[in-house]
């Protein structure tokens, strides 16, 4: 084959060739090839983009039982058939805690797990409280979200999905359900815990400056990696709180949905039968003002020296009066105006005592509210270089395995 070739001097490059008939031959050989190659582009891109799709969220379920032998099997199977439900959209398990039961709650979730592979069980040799539970699931959970809930199912099953749409909608680090923000409802709860439950979310609520409604509800969805990265400390029912105060001390985004609060009656049942409540009403109570101190801690005392300062102001200004009153007995002209003082003491001597000590009282609070901001502000840097650390720790020790 004989190609010749001219380039004149233009923009415009021109080639003149000769046997076309063996050139377009190799053209076409070519066109093919990028055909096929640009087919299989668009096969493995087209895969790749139904399998991105197929993907589903991997989503823990985490339960603490103590002493819930008498409806773990039945609750247990009601959450599963639930979550069944909902295997197009997710993946899931069901990680039940057994906090050290004196009654059979091990024996029958570990029966209840060998017939559904979803669910497992870890054991607590001892009662260790509903945080420590709570940590211990989030250590063994292997799900991109986390969710935790009551065993009794006072908040149903279908709050999961909610959770779930909400947390994946805001990208939110925590979303919290909610039985007093509007859309929410109560049924069935003693009036006594009801009143206490709604008025100590609400002092929480006004101590961390939040617009949630419910700081101490359980039920609620977490993100993993977010949760995994948090230190936690208490052992309680207080564990709730803390994880929102964490949260906020990072910035992290905070969301709330709308939940019903329903206790399941046990009238019907035999005193035998009915379950007990374990949780401690004063130290739950106990809890609830320190972890307000802690979302606000100057409140507990500005607040208090304001008070103090207003007595100590009522009452300074009846000794001003009594002094100005035995001055004006003693005389005008009197040059000593200590024995007028001395006079008003003799007459009032609890103005004085209560002046006084109410002063000292305001200016010694209001010392330790500027004091605790101090350190809150400290503690709030510790806290966020703490935890930055720790990220990053994990972060190398996952690029090392």
Not at 69 to 75: F, M, R, Y
């Amino acid at each position: 084959m004989q190609l010749g070739i001219s380039r004149e001097m233009s923009d415009t490059s021109s080639i003149e060739i000769s046997d076309t008939s063996s050139l377009t031959g190799t053209v076409e050989i070519r066109n093919d090839f990028l055909n096929e190659t640009n087919g299989s582009l668009q096969r493995y891109a087209k895969k790749s983009h139904q399998t991105s799709k197929q993907q589903k969220a991997f989503v823990s379920l985490v339960t603490p039982a103590y002493n819930e032998a008498l409806i773990l099997e039945k609750n247990l199977a009601v959450l599963c058939s639930y979550m069944e439900s909902l295997e197009s959209e997710y993946d899931w398990e069901v990680i039940v805690i057994n906090d050290g039961s004196r009654d059979s709650t091990g024996e029958c979730a570990e029966a209840f797990a060998k017939t559904h592979p979803g669910v497992r069980v870890i054991h607590h040799l001892q009662n260790c409280g509903v945080g420590q539970a709570l940590k211990t699931g989030f250590e063994h959970s292997r799900g991109d979200y986390i969710i935790t809930l009551d065993l009794d199912l006072s908040y149903s099953p279908e709050h999961i999905e909610l959770l779930m749409h909400k947390i994946r909608e805001t990208g939110a680090k925590v979303v919290v359900s909610s039985p007093y923000t509007k859309g929410g409802k109560v049924s069935n709860v003693p009036w006594l815990r009801w009143v206490l439950s709604l008025w100590a979310n609400r002092f929480l609520s006004f101590a961390s400056k939040s617009d949630l409604s419910t700081l101490t509800s359980m039920v609620r969805v977490y993100d993993a990696n977010f949760v995994h990265s948090l230190n936690l400390r208490s052992m309680g029912m207080e564990i709730n709180p803390e994880v929102l105060h964490k949260a906020k001390l990072l910035e992290a985004k905070i969301a709330e949905v709308p939940a019903h609060l329903k206790w399941h009656s046990q009238k019907a049942q035999p005193k035998s039968k009915r379950r007990k409540s374990s949780m401690r009403i004063l130290k739950h109570t106990w809890a609830i003002f320190f972890f307000g101190f802690l979302f606000r801690p100057v409140m507990f005392f500005i607040l208090p020296s304001l008070m103090f300062f207003l007595i100590s102001c009522y009452a300074n200004a009846w000794v001003i009066i009594h002094c100005w009153n035995q001055y004006r007995l003693l005389g005008l002209h009197t040059p000593f105006v200590d024995q007028a003082v001395a006079a008003a003491f003799q007459q009032s001597p609890h103005t004085f005592i209560i002046g006084g000590m109410s002063l000292m009282l305001a200016i010694q609070l209001f010392s330790l509210g500027v004091l605790s901001v101090q350190n809150k502000r400290y503690f709030e840097e510790v806290f966020y270089l703490g935890t930055s650390i720790y990220k990053s720790t994990q972060r190398n020790s996952q690029r090392e395995e």
